[in-house]
């Protein structure tokens, strides 16, 4: 690439094998050590690389949680995630 400041990834770990899925991940924790911004969105929460720093999660394309990666677990933003599309479809009842 042109060594973007920001790069974003939609899904970038969608259909990868394991050994590709760690090969990818550890490219992107290099291009953060060295200062890169990285945008990364997915919903194979499990995956989410160890280098996050923040987490978002958006509901009908808007934001309805986040905070501090370190505040959070795969299982814990699912539920997250679970608990507010629940909440928009009360909303909608």
Do not use: K, Q
């Amino acid at each position: 690439l042109h060594e973007p400041r920001l790069l974003l990834l939609d899904e970038p770990l969608a259909g990868l094998d394991p050994h590709s899925v760690s090969r990818l991940l550890g490219a992107l924790a290099e291009l953060r050590s060295a200062g890169r911004a990285i945008l990364f969105t997915t919903h194979d929460l499990a995956r989410v690389p160890g280098s996050a720093s923040r987490f978002l999660v958006l509901v009908d394309g808007r934001p309805v949680d986040s905070g501090r990666w370190t505040e959070a677990s795969p299982d814990g933003l699912a539920e997250r995630y679970e608990r507010a599309v629940a909440d928009r479809w009360e909303d909608e009842a």
